[in-house]
């Protein structure tokens, strides 16, 4: 049963909606059906009622299950007093309750922020007082990190955080556990409301936010699941954290869900995890980054697990190289998929019949019919195929604007509404895109994304640092390092303390610059800004192996 939440008809402020005539498009075409993710899992659970969707370390729980749960859930959420539109930080490993909670948020109406278990102190703190969190919810530990810790700081920082919910053992906070309560009435949702909040790897000084609404994500769930062949014999392996673009729907565990397959939870992505949970759960689809696809190779060499039910790899995140992609197959047994996503929409796949050149070499064509795809100079004019220009996109899964961001969204979209990807990519005839670099100021660590401003804010805060600037600098594991180029004031700045005080700020781990190098002063280009390009060079030549 369900009540009515009339006042919540017009859309959350600070979230950009499509123009009608283009939700009116994506709505004939059949894209966005007008369903809630709360009817969504309540309609699986009633096709594939027993079956089991959710494969943990301790727990199996089956369709049935997840929405009776959720739902419990919701209501307990809703009885603390959290409200329709209220915003959630949700920071969970790769966990059942993961799934629990956003269910029972999407049921109740509420936003989740999906942050990912990486982020300290410096992200969440930002998140929580950005939208103004009422409650944070964590598990108590995961890989040696204590997140009850972590909330302590948060609110001290956040005041709008009321709740801390913890799913384990909640120490001063609110067991998750107890909130599992008799069902209740639940308010409306509507299925052109935002559903939650993804995390953009960004290039600011600070992380943006990225509203995804029912109707938008759904589409690009459901159809990335028919790409992808999903059906109910399909066992995916979480082995990414759950709640980044890719692992969650691209096709993700979402797609499986909706194909009413089952999705096994990797804590860790190691191969000595994620083998296990192969051979045991005869997994036949997963996702890595490049450089754990190069581990799983090398530790496949002498592997003692029965991996072949694998029937699919998927790779994206970071560039693949053609020389690892060639591998996957006579390593494996099994296809090599490339996956060029984002969390601000669109999400590009090789597809299963692609001749094998096309899924080493390129990163995939779009999902949809209506995603609109523009490869541009830097004066906005189209490019001849085949050449390389900045990717900008449209279309019915992907964001007209960031949360909030009114100034930032000037010049992350064009003025009639496509995405400034910040991509550099050229476009075969056949609609395939080839990553060919990256225009934005972030450094892809492996997947993992880095704004450099965000970074050298932290930098310039060190009382000795007069300026400072962060670029890539290739590495053969991880594609690309970071190292922060770093001008004194007026003595020199020990590396170390450098370190020590950028993590004493609560930075994510992957964040922390991997290299330091003192510099008398930036470089600057004609027109007086820092020349990240020589930096880059000047690093990639100091490092290159000797002789090359
Ligand atoms: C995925 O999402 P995000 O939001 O963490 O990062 C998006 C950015 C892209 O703009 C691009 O710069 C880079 O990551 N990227 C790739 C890539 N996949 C993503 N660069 C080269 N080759 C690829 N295959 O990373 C993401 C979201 C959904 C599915 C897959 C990846």
């Not at 790769?94 to 948020?105: G, Q, S, Y």
């Not at 103004?132 to 001290?156: H, M, Q, T």
């Not at 860790?268 to 890595?288: G, L, Q, Y």
């Not at 922060?484 to 170390?496: G, K, L, N, Y």
């Amino acid at each position: 049963m369900r009540v009515d939440a009339s006042s919540e008809t017009l859309p959350l402020e600070g979230f950009t909606p499509w123009p009608p005539n283009f939700a009116d498009r994506y709505r004939r075409a059949g894209y966005w059906r007008g369903e809630t993710f709360g009817e969504w899992l309540r309609a699986r659970a009633e096709r594939f009622g027993d079956a089991i969707v959710l494969v943990g370390e301790k727990r199996r729980l089956s369709y049935r299950e997840l929405d009776t749960r959720a739902s419990r859930l919701a209501a307990g959420i809703f009885r603390l007093g959290i409200r329709p539109r209220d915003r959630v930080v949700v920071q969970l490993p790769n966990v059942v309750e993961f799934f629990e909670v956003c269910f029972a948020l999407f049921r109740l109406g509420a936003l989740p922020v999906l942050a990912l278990p990486a982020h300290r102190r410096s992200e969440i703190s930002y998140f929580c007082q950005f939208t103004e969190a009422v409650a944070y919810i964590i598990a108590d530990k995961d890989g040696g990190f204590d997140y009850r810790a972590l909330a302590e700081e948060i609110r001290a920082e956040a005041e709008t955080v009321n709740h801390v919910l913890v799913a384990g053992e909640p120490g001063p906070f609110t067991a998750l556990e107890s909130l599992y309560g008799e069902l209740a009435p639940l308010p409306e949702t509507a299925p052109g409301d935002v559903a939650f909040f993804q995390l953009s790897g960004g290039s600011t000084g600070v992380p943006k936010l990225i509203p995804r609404t029912h109707d938008d994500y759904l589409y690009s769930v459901r159809a990335s699941a028919e790409i992808c062949a999903l059906d109910a014999d399909s066992v995916y392996l979480a082995a990414l954290p759950a709640a980044h673009n890719f692992t969650l729907s691209s096709p993700g565990s979402l797609g499986v869900l909706h194909a009413g397959g089952r999705v096994v939870l990797s804590r860790r992505p190691s191969p000595d995890e994620a083998f296990r949970w192969i051979e045991e759960e005869r997994v036949t689809v997963t996702a890595v980054v490049p450089p754990l696809c190069a581990v799983w190779l090398e530790a496949a060499r002498n592997n003692r697990h029965d991996l072949s039910s694998l029937r699919v790899l998927q790779v994206g995140g970071s560039k693949l190289g053609a020389e690892v992609a060639r591998r996957v197959r006579g390593t494996f047994g099994c296809t090599l998929q490339q996956v060029f996503g984002m969390a601000e929409g669109l999400v590009n796949y090789t597809r299963f019949d692609d001749p094998e050149d096309v899924i080493v070499e390129t990163q995939g064509r779009p999902i949809s019919p209506d995603d609109e795809i523009r490869v541009v100079d830097d004066d906005d004019r189209d490019v001849e195929i085949g050449q390389v220009g900045h990717l900008l996109t449209r279309g019915p899964y992907t964001i007209r604007g960031y949360y909030k961001a009114d100034a930032h969204n000037e010049r992350a979209f064009t003025r009639d509404g496509f995405y400034r990807t910040g991509d550099l990519v050229r476009q075969a005839a056949s609609g395939h895109l080839v990553v060919e670099g990256r225009a934005k100021d972030q450094i892809n660590r492996g997947g993992e994304k880095i704004a450099a401003e965000e970074i050298e804010n932290h930098v310039l805060a060190h009382p000795a640092v007069r300026d400072a600037a962060l670029v890539a600098m290739p590495d053969a594991f991880l594609g690309e390092r970071s190292c922060v180029f770093v001008v004194p004031r007026d003595r020199p700045v020990a590396s170390r303390d450098l370190i020590t005080f950028l993590r004493a700020r609560g930075l994510a781990p992957y964040k922390i610059p991997d290299r330091v190098e003192l510099i008398d002063d930036l470089p600057k280009t004609s027109v007086g800004k820092v020349d990240k390009k020589a930096l880059r060079r000047w690093i990639a030549d100091k490092i290159a192996p000797k002789g090359q």
